[in-house]
């Protein structure tokens, strides 16, 4: 609208400059068709920068679009939580990247090496990290950084031990703080101590979540406490095989072996699952 009523604006303007004679008048003409000349370019500036604006907007858009229609790649192992390959020909070597107990004291500075080294990975996040305006802006980076976010529980508790109730506020609750700081629930669920029950399995299959364990892990062993043990084992155990679902933590020990880790991988040649492909 502004830019129609600028052009009118300006006809009105040449209109004026050709009826009049006097030379006085046509300077004064000049020098506001010339103001009028400045508006309109100004104008044009500003409807390529919406133009650029909008098409910003498309493509984040698309790449939304993108990530809802991921292609499924792999499907959780009920069995032993190896991702497997749904299609021929994506079972080239790769790993899945997790970390749990999430996001504490190291989280932030792991997504930040792992967005550096173009890694994709689920941070499997507890709700006792999430209470205060701290865990709640990080797990916002690690979110932002586009990592996915899984559910580890409210309290970290055996959901062995749990009543309904008590389940349904470990998980469902869970659900709905992520929810409220992220804008969406975890799909993925990982149980403490790799313990799922009967109701738990049920609730998480009404909710369309997928648990997941693991397949391999070192670093909450003493032995494995120290970066450069771990960073070896986690490349060279004989556990190592493509579809292979890592468990990290959030801990400074594997926050300083992570790199070694993630280098070793791809020496190795293996890449990294992207959770985006697995099966929901
Ligand atoms: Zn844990």
């Not at 504490?104 to 994709?120: G, I, R």
């Not at 490349?235 to 070694?260: C, F, K, Y």
Request: charged share 35%.
């Amino acid at each position: 609208m502004i830019c129609l009523f600028l052009s009118a604006c300006a006809t009105n303007a040449e209109e004026t400059a050709s009826e009049t004679k006097e030379e006085a008048k046509e300077e004064a003409n000049q020098e506001e068709h010339q103001k009028e000349e400045e508006q309109q370019e100004q104008e044009k500036e500003s409807e390529q920068e919406q133009k650029e604006k909008q098409t910003d907007e498309n493509d984040k858009q698309s790449s939304e679009d993108e990530k809802q229609e991921a292609e499924e790649l792999y499907e959780v192992n009920a069995n032993d939580s190896s991702l497997q390959a749904l299609k021929d020909g994506v079972d080239e070597q790769k790993v899945l990247i997790t970390i749990d107990d999430a996001p504490d004291t190291y989280s932030v500075e792991m997504a930040e090496y792992l967005a550096e080294a173009d890694v994709p990975a689920i941070f499997f996040v507890n709700g006792h990290f999430l209470k205060d305006d701290e865990g709640k802006e990080n797990l916002k980076k690690i979110h932002d950084m586009g990592f996915e976010i899984g559910n580890h529980t409210m309290t970290h508790s055996d959901v062995t031990e749990l009543s309904k109730e008590e389940l349904e506020n470990e998980i469902l609750g869970l659900n709905e703080l992520v929810k409220d700081i992220i804008g969406e629930e975890p799909t993925f669920f990982r149980a403490p101590f790799g313990m799922n029950s009967e109701e738990s399995k049920a609730l998480l299959e009404e909710q369309d979540m997928v648990w997941m364990n693991w397949t391999y892990g070192y670093d909450w062993e003493s032995e494995y406490q120290n970066a450069e043990a771990l960073a070896d084992i986690m490349v060279q155990t004989e556990l190592l095989r493509s579809g292979a679902n890592l468990l990290m933590h959030d801990r400074e020990w594997t926050n300083q072996a992570l790199p070694d880790i993630i280098e070793g991988f791809r020496e190795k040649e293996y890449g990294f699952i992207n959770p985006d492909n697995i099966k929901q």
